[in-house]
């Protein structure tokens, strides 16, 4: 079947501007993960959904981040006035149950110009 | 406490020989630790995972080394091909976690294997 997928691939914008990044999870998979990968860093765990349970919004970094699930499948990751630091590879990884595997996506480059 | 630490950063192994990146952590509730595998412009794949009931697990030529009481993990790829050419992140994490299971990630190894 098919696998986690993400849009866009790529995404340049101006500071300042908003951006609005997309998850497709592997269809059935309740847990939803959002994760930033920095040049040099490793990938840092922004936002966590599981089922119909209120997010996990532990991992933001600003209040200028924030993200939704509709339906318990697809995810928006919203970034409000980016900054030039806001540019990274976000990822978005699923898994079937808690403690699962986490398959991740290919990811969106976001620069920020 | 919720730091993963790896190294080393780069890594270069000749065809044939045995790449081994250590991680290390601090917070003794993580119980689960796998190793992903990352492509250029792919997302990080699952390679291996551990728990901490085990010393060591393998899978195909590649090994996690688990010492619970250093707490300290190791990847070991035997007979290092060209194609194994990536870079590995370890990670850590605990059921019951605030953030589910949410993964806490070294900061990842280069992997050249020359040929």
């Known amino acids: 079947g098919a696998g986690v997928s993400q849009s866009p691939s790529n995404k340049v914008t101006e500071k300042g501007k908003d951006v609005e990044l997309r998850c497709d999870p592997i269809s059935g998979h309740t847990a939803l993960y959002w994760y930033r990968q920095s040049l040099g860093q490793g990938l840092e765990f922004l936002i966590y959904?599981?089922?119909?349970?209120?997010?996990?919004k532990s991992g933001l970094p600003s209040d200028r981040f924030s993200a939704e699930r509709t339906g318990g499948s697809v995810s928006t990751l919203t970034i409000q006035r980016t900054q030039q630091e806001d540019s990274a590879v976000y990822l978005c990884a699923s898994s079937s149950r808690n403690f699962a595997e986490q398959f991740f996506g290919p990811g969106t480059r976001l620069t920020v110009l | 406490q919720q730091q993963v630490k790896q190294s080393p950063q780069s890594l270069i192994v000749q065809k044939g020989g045995i790449s081994i990146i250590n991680c290390a952590y601090e917070?003794?509730?993580?119980?689960?630790f796998p190793w992903y595998q990352q492509f250029p412009g792919k997302g990080p794949a699952l390679l291996i995972a551990?728990?901490?009931?085990?010393s060591e697990k393998k899978e195909g030529r590649f090994t996690i080394s688990f010492n619970k009481s250093a707490k300290q993990f190791s990847l070991h790829i035997m007979d290092s091909q060209p194609g194994d050419s990536a870079t590995y992140f370890c990670a850590a994490s605990m059921r019951g976690a605030q953030a589910g299971t949410a993964l806490i990630f070294g900061k990842g190894t280069t992997l050249s294997v020359s040929s």
């Open positions: 917070n003794t509730a993580f119980d689960y």
């Open positions: 551990i728990r901490p009931d085990v």
């Open positions: 959904f599981q089922g119909n349970s209120a997010p996990d």
